[in-house]
């Protein structure tokens, strides 16, 4: 295994390039199809080129990637020196941006994944980034460090770093070189509060490397007890509110365990996001009413299941809220949890990058 400067992985990279690229977004378009492995416009992909890399753009689907044109093309030279002189352009990386991709609309431009300069910083070639739910199930845990060490310490050519929370961006990108100090080889990183990263050579080389770990972290979920279909479409008429599209989503509200850990404070930035900063909990005798001022994103309905807001086109929500369910279910609200602080949590509501990523949501919802 090697980790090349990008000055000397210039002439390798680009003789196998375009196959390693084509690899890339198949095992893209896997990963973003599977929701225990990514969710929605979740995670990211990246692959060095010489001096510049794909990347996946902002607001994008993996599930997408060999469906239409989701990497985009960056400078690296320039983009890492901003990085180090801690220049803001290094944030959103658009003034680094080489080319847009083929294919696109009329009029539709791209921009870098807000992990950017997380991909820049890691010295491997293929840089894959999931929102596994498995390993969501352990980040989020105060106990996360020593659980880690004793499943992935026996995995022969792993080599990771336990990343503490940062907001995703460059802050985050620090924290990884932080972490890189003690393992300078790490090619798998466990982030706080947040997924997994998982690098190599060759794009092969990275998905043997992420299936060994997810299959390390996994979790046995709790079972949970069916839906009360019927009940909750009643409760959804004329409310504004809705079912969710995946059925795996009710187990938030169908069992008590799942129900305790999800709706205390978010775990994870995606859940801040997509679902907002408190899941609501319908009491009884009480109505649903989308359009109040103070209306949640994601509705427990005890022992029935769940409602969301918002449209049916609203895929982004629907994802996000199974994943929520996917997650607790791997957990006890006896578990000690590590949740996001108030201050974390406006740094990721109040962040330009995540709110153009938003709008580009919001735009494919209502497309």
């Known amino acids: 295994m090697s980790i090349l400067p ?17 690899a890339l977004m198949s095992l893209s378009a896997r990963l973003g199809a599977n929701p225990l492995r990514t969710q929605g416009a979740g995670g990211n992909t990246s692959i060095k080129d010489g001096d510049s890399m794909w990347i996946k753009a902002s607001g994008t689907w993996l599930a997408q990637a060999q469906d239409r044109p989701i990497m985009i093309r960056v400078a690296l030279p320039p983009l890492l020196a901003a990085y180090h002189r801690r220049e803001p352009e290094a944030e959103t990386a658009k003034a680094f941006i080489l080319s847009q991709p083929d294919g696109l609309p009329s009029g539709v431009t791209l921009r870098p994944s807000i992990e950017t300069a997380v991909h820049a910083v890691i010295p491997y070639r293929v840089v894959v980034h999931i929102h596994c739910v498995e390993t969501i199930a352990h980040a989020v845990r105060k106990d996360a460090r020593e659980r880690l060490k004793a499943l992935l310490d026996p995995l022969a050519g792993v080599a990771w770093a336990f990343v503490d929370y940062h907001r995703p961006g460059v802050p985050l990108a620090r924290a990884i070189e932080t972490a890189q100090s003690a393992v300078p080889d790490a090619n798998v990183h466990i982030l706080a509060n947040h997924g997994l990263i998982v690098s190599g050579d060759t794009v092969a080389e990275v998905e043997t490397r992420l ?4 299959a390390a972290l996994a979790i046995t979920p709790r079972p949970s007890p069916q839906a009360d279909l019927a009940r909750l479409e009643e409760l959804a008429a ?3 509110y809705r079912l969710p599209s995946d059925p795996h989503a009710h187990a938030t509200g169908t069992d008590p365990k799942t129900q305790a850990v999800a709706q205390g404070a978010p775990m994870y930035p995606d859940q801040v996001i997509f679902l907002g900063d408190r899941i609501g909990v319908l009491q009884a005798g009480q109505s649903l009413d989308a359009q109040a001022a103070d209306a949640p994103m994601l509705v427990i309905v005890p022992g ?26 791997r957990l006890d609200i006896s578990d000690p949890l590590r949740r996001l602080t108030a201050d974390e949590i406006y740094a990721l509501t109040h962040w330009e990058a995540e709110t153009y990523r938003q709008s580009l949501h919001k735009a494919a919802t209502h497309a």
Do not use: K, W, Y
């Open 6 to 22: 990008f000055t000397e992985a210039h002439d390798i990279v680009r003789e196998t390039e375009p196959d390693q690229l084509a």
């Open 211 to 214: 299936n060994m770990v997810c």
């Open 238 to 240: 004329a409310s504004g």
């Open 304 to 329: 029935c299941g769940v409602l969301v807001r918002g449209a049916a086109s609203d895929a982004g929500t629907d994802v996000m809220a199974r994943c929520l369910a996917d997650v607790a279910r």
